[in-house]
């Protein structure tokens, strides 16, 4: 059974950079059927797609986000990772890292069929 | 950007009755990237419809899922007390850009 497990500090101090991991177990990040990615939700608000990576790299960002996120993967370690830069309370949320299902034969994606439980990341002084 | 809308905000319903939720999308999506969710509090969201109509892994099939262009629909057939939940709309096109709805919430009446 595939698991997600994001991994990081809970709290960030504003204008610093946010960071956090997932570690993928019960199969492999290196599968040409998926993109990974990274949702947030802000408490008591709706979802937000912040990005997705293939395991060759390109990843794709939120045009809203796009100036301030890198991800990036490791194959090695089974791993891919957000980092969310210039902070403010704004990005407070639950950061979701996800499997999406890829097209085969374009570039789309089915959805978001793996989730990992979430993260709280407090953006505080 | 596709901006997707979802209606009603709040739906207020009882078991047994029928769900009918709305999203719109500000320009034409492609069916094949379409896909619904469900998410309790606490809990990550679930898939439960993806390609517009077709039911992820264990959903049951009382949820179905319809449309195509810019206007798609979510139905439960008969509300069952698990149901209550919030329900968000995705798109996740061939740009690789994705957006979800703000999502709608199904309560008991």
């Known amino acids: 059974q595939l698991q997600l497990q994001e991994s990081g500090p809970g709290l960030v101090k504003p204008s610093e950079t946010l960071s956090l991991t997932c570690s993928v177990s019960g199969g492999s990040i290196s599968s040409s059927s998926y993109y990974w990615g990274w949702i947030r939700q802000p408490p008591g608000k709706g979802l937000e797609w912040i990005g997705s990576i293939y395991y060759t790299g390109n990843p794709q960002y939120s045009p809203s986000l796009k100036s301030r996120v890198t991800i990036s993967v490791d194959t090695s370690k089974n791993q891919f990772s957000l980092n969310l830069s210039s902070v403010t309370a704004a990005d407070t949320a639950v950061y979701y890292c996800t499997r999406d299902k890829k097209d085969y034969y374009a570039l789309g994606s089915y959805g978001a069929d793996y989730w990992g439980q979430g993260t709280l990341v407090t953006v505080s002084s | 950007e596709i901006v997707l809308t979802q209606s009603p905000g709040t739906l207020s319903l009882s078991p047994g009755e029928r769900a009918t939720l709305s999203c719109r999308a500000s320009?034409?999506?492609?069916?094949?990237?379409f896909a619904w969710y469900q998410q309790k509090p606490g809990q990550a969201p679930r898939l439960l419809i993806y390609s517009a109509s077709t039911r992820a892994t264990d959903i049951p099939d009382r949820f179905s899922g319809s449309g195509s262009g810019t206007d798609f629909t979510l139905t439960i057939s008969r509300l069952e007390p698990e149901d209550f939940a919030v329900y968000y709309c995705?798109?996740?096109?061939?740009?690789?850009?994705?957006?979800f709805g703000q999502g709608t919430k199904v309560e008991i009446k």
């Open positions: 995705q798109q996740y096109g061939s740009s690789r850009q994705a957006t």
């Open positions: 320009q034409s999506v492609a069916s094949t990237y």
